[in-house]
């Protein structure tokens, strides 16, 4: 028989090719292995990079959204705030409201198309126009803002000359040469005040005194007359000698001596605060906030004449001011 004499050549041929087969991977064990092990890095880094790419590009879009959102909200606010300043006209043209809205400051809350509003209202003829008042009120209500006698006529002398339209120096004031003398790089304007803040540049008026002084000014009274129900404290302190908590100061006399004839205090004092919206022959300030939900907030700030214009309009706007991060103040909008 054949079989016997070709099963030792076949075995001999399987085993050459398993000695042959071992010896490759005995030679090259790593190679295979290798390569796998490379491809896996590249794919975990492909991973890796293509999640930084979505992730990025999430965050970017969130981002955007998040803008959008705020710029929406922010235009909620100030449409709402806005309207708050309608809203308060219209209280103030009430003929005989239930519950009238009086222009002395007081805070009103409602809300507007789901937005909360706070709404406050102040006279501005309770006000020393900066542009029409004379020395004399001018200094007692910088000796009432904590000035003695002397620094307060000066005072008021450099503010006149600021405004005046000539370069003559009053006795104590100072004109362009006494603001190059002090360092500074302006001079007096001339001319009428522009805006209460301008008042801080005049030579000598230092913050604390601005400070203290600035919430009984204005630009919009448009008169040297003051009207003493609407009057800050601090007004009726220079004018009439009362202190801040009402009572009475031992200056009265000297004081309304040196008021002029237009803001004399009025017959019957017990009427004060009284008065009727103002919405007759008046010039308001209407400060308006109006937060969200979210925290949105917005203020709008206008300053309406009530006055009827010659063509019969009423509500005229003067000046308009949208200041986010202007302060809704309740001490400093109250008049009384």
């Not at 204005?218 to 009572?247: C, H, K, W």
């Not at 009827?308 to 400093?332: C, H, T």
Request: no cysteine.
């Amino acid at each position: 028989m054949t079989l016997p004499h070709r099963l030792p050549t076949e075995l001999a041929a399987a085993s050459s090719r398993i000695l042959v087969h071992l010896h490759y991977h005995d030679a090259y064990p790593l190679r295979h292995a290798g390569q796998k092990g490379i491809a896996l890095v590249v794919v975990l880094w492909v991973v890796a990079l293509l999640s930084v790419i979505a992730g990025s590009y999430t965050y970017s879009v969130r981002s955007e959204i998040s803008v959008v959102d705020n710029l929406v909200a922010s235009a909620q606010a100030r449409a709402a705030a806005r309207a708050g300043v309608s809203l308060a006209i219209l209280e103030l043209r009430q003929q005989e409201p239930s519950e009238p809205w009086l222009a002395d400051g007081t805070i009103h809350e409602t809300t507007f198309a789901g937005v909360n509003l706070r709404i406050a209202i102040a006279d501005e003829t309770g006000k020393l126009d900066i542009n029409y008042a004379n020395g004399k009120l001018m200094t007692s209500l910088l000796q009432a803002a904590g000035l003695d006698t002397s620094q307060a006529a000066a005072l008021s002398d450099a503010i006149l000359d600021w405004r005046d339209k000539d370069d003559l120096r009053r006795l104590n004031g100072a004109e362009a040469e006494d603001y190059v003398a002090a360092g500074r790089d302006y001079s007096p304007r001339n001319g009428p005040f522009q805006s209460v803040e301008e008042l801080a540049l005049v030579l000598g008026l230092e913050t604390a005194v601005y400070e203290s002084i600035e919430g009984s000014l204005t630009l919009y009274n448009n008169s040297a007359r003051v009207n003493q129900d609407r009057a800050t404290p601090l007004l009726r302190q220079a004018m009439f000698g009362e202190n801040i908590d009402g009572g009475n100061t031992n200056r009265t006399d000297e004081l309304n001596d040196n008021m002029a004839p237009d803001v004399r205090p009025p017959a019957n004092r017990r009427t004060r605060g009284r008065q009727s919206t103002g919405s007759s022959k008046s010039v308001v300030r209407i400060h308006v906030e109006a937060n969200l939900q979210g925290g949105t907030r917005e203020r709008v700030t206008a300053f309406i004449n009530l006055n009827p214009s010659p063509a019969g309009k009423q509500g005229s706007v003067l000046a308009w001011r949208e200041a986010a991060n202007e302060i809704f103040d309740d001490s400093s909008l109250a008049n009384d």
